[in-house]
């Protein structure tokens, strides 16, 4: 945040070198989104910064309505980086599950 201040001359200073190496992502295609097909309870089982396998299981959603049904489980549909994710909580059909993203 000081670099950002820094260099619209908000704050007065040298600026500081990030301690690590920033790396590129890319979004290359629609299959970078998972959307929920249900509603109910969702259980993340990645985190952001993880990389996952194309099949891999990224969440699980539980319904309310009928709590002795089988959860929903998602698999991811490429290989990539975890970018973004749902808040575990409720979640309805058509939220944002997570969102990958290809390193370059």
Do not use: W
């Amino acid at each position: 945040m000081n670099n950002f201040l820094i260099h619209a001359g908000i704050l007065q200073g040298a600026l500081t070198p990030s301690p690590t190496d920033a790396i590129g992502i890319d979004m290359t295609g629609d299959d970078c989104f998972v959307f929920s097909q249900h509603k109910g309870v969702l259980e993340p089982l990645v985190n952001l910064g993880d990389q996952v396998k194309k099949g891999q299981l990224l969440a699980r959603i539980h319904e309310i309505e009928r709590t002795a049904a089988p959860s929903h489980d998602y698999l991811a549909p490429r290989d990539g980086m975890i970018i973004s994710r749902h808040f575990p909580s409720r979640i309805r059909m058509g939220d944002c599950i997570n969102v990958l993203a290809e390193t370059v």
